[in-house]
Every structure is written in structure tokens, then in C-alpha cells.
């Protein structure tokens, strides 16, 4: 199984252990972007500049700025993305 695999095996489990109903989201580097995307973060194509937000992302939300999009990262970041999606679709209805 590849290491991308591996994280959504692990992300899924994970997430059902501590109650998060929604599918885990995948930890590949493009679905990291785009859920960063949502909330008007702009990574670079390096895979340097997708762990420093990473980082960033962890020490604002109060994790391990460790710079891997480990489980608890990615499943936060997609809560924080939809919400962020949510805002965009309110502020345009109103």
C-alpha cells in the first residue's frame, strides 16, 4: 500500500475513534492546496512551501507545528475549509 494510502486508512480510523462522521480527507499534496485554497491560502508548488503552511496552519489552530499532514491536520483543516466555503456562500447570497 502506498504511503498516500496508508494516510487514508489511518485518517479514516482515526476520525471514527473520535467521532468525526464525515469521510477523512485525503493528505495528498493537491488536496491540501485546494482545501488551503478555500480559506484564500496560496501554497507553492514545493513541497517545502506546502509544509510550511502546514506548520503555519498547526501553531494557529494550537497543534505541533510539525509541518506533516498527519490525521488531526488534515481532518482541521477540511473543518476549517468548509467553513470557510460556507462564509463565501453566505456573504454572495446576501
Known amino acids: 500500500m502506498s504511503a498516500r494510502g496508508m494516510l487514508n486508512v489511518v485518517g479514516t480510523a482515526v476520525?471514527?475513534?473520535?467521532?468525526?462522521?464525515?469521510?477523512?480527507?485525503?493528505a495528498d499534496p493537491?488536496?491540501?492546496?485546494?482545501?488551503?485554497?478555500d480559506f484564500g491560502v496560496e501554497v507553492g508548488?514545493?513541497?517545502a512551501d506546502l509544509a510550511e503552511a502546514v506548520r503555519a496552519f498547526q501553531a494557529r489552530v494550537g497543534?505541533?507545528?510539525d509541518g506533516e499532514a498527519g490525521p488531526?491536520?488534515?481532518?482541521l483543516l477540511a473543518r476549517y475549509a468548509a467553513e470557510a466555503r460556507e462564509l463565501t456562500r453566505f456573504r454572495e447570497a446576501a
Do not use: C, Q, Y
Request: proline share 7%.
Open 15 to 26: 476520525g471514527g475513534l473520535i467521532g468525526w462522521s464525515e469521510t477523512a480527507p485525503t
Open 45 to 47: 508548488p514545493d513541497s
Open 30 to 37: 493537491e488536496s491540501l492546496r485546494e482545501l488551503f485554497a
Open 72 to 75: 488531526t491536520t488534515v481532518h
Open 63 to 65: 497543534l505541533a507545528a
